[in-house]
């Protein structure tokens, strides 16, 4: 039976990606940086894009955002007080997001309209790893709370991830929190991954991490007048 399991599993991660690079490419095209936020349960997702959302929509940037949880739409609800439509997924047991659910979830909303897509994904630091979204940006999450091993325990996501953000960083002290041995274990993963330090309720490293944000999604939109005008020359 195990060859069987992962011909079909081969079989539907090809068709995630398939449909991944065609939701990168619609992305790009309408200038939408889509940043995919991943990290075990509790370590301030929701907390840290509660306050994004509110911090770019003040900035007169265009946000939408996703939020994947196995039930309920609390995390949603939290989100849609920053005025920014949001849009929940249930995915009624699954343990992360696939490609699918985010194209489903984008019907009624038109891409050119807005600026970033942020996609909260569901609480877990394994299943997510092999599922690609079609992001620009994929972001781990780190909490002090956690202990500094992480990385190092879940390598496959870390290893996958474009940027690591560590939060709850005004609790570094009581906690215990060794900041060296986190970001040393983080470049053993990952060497030269970017790290950002913030902590939402306490405001820290907020605006660092808004104005990468803004860096990125110039980036994007740089890259893709560029190859743009190759096309067209």
């Known amino acids: 039976m195990k060859p069987r399991i992962l011909e079909v599993r081969t079989k539907v991660l090809k068709k995630n990606d398939e449909l991944a690079r065609q939701l990168r490419s619609d992305f790009s095209a309408a200038g939408v940086l889509a940043i995919n936020l991943v990290s075990s349960p509790g370590t301030g997702k929701t907390t840290l894009l509660e306050s994004t959302l509110g911090r770019l929509k003040q900035a007169g940037e265009r946000c ?4 994947g949880d196995l039930a309920t739409d609390n995390d949603a609800r939290r989100l849609a007080r920053s005025g920014v439509p949001v849009r929940q997924i249930e995915t009624g047991g699954c343990c992360h997001l696939e490609a699918d659910m985010i194209r489903d979830n984008l019907a009624e909303w038109k891409l050119t ?7 909260e994904n569901v609480g877990n630091l394994v299943c997510p790893t092999s599922w690609d979204l079609g992001e620009a940006l994929r972001v781990v999450l780190l909490s002090v709370t956690e202990g500094e091993d992480k990385p ?4 496959g996501l870390f290893n996958t991830a474009d940027v690591a953000v560590v939060t709850k960083i005004d609790l570094a002290i009581p906690c215990e929190f060794d900041r060296q041995a986190a970001h040393d274990n983080i470049h053993a993963v990952r060497p030269g991954m970017p790290i950002l330090e913030t902590s939402a309720k306490a405001e ?8 990468y944000l803004q ?7 740089a890259r893709y007048e560029a190859d743009r005008a190759l096309r067209q020359a």
């Open 113 to 119: 309209d807005y600026d970033y897509l942020f996609i």
């Open 215 to 221: 860096q990125q999604r110039d980036q994007l939109k």
């Open 152 to 155: 190092l325990k879940y390598p």
């Open 204 to 211: 820290t490293g907020m605006k660092s991490w808004i104005e």
């Open 64 to 67: 939408v955002a996703i939020v």
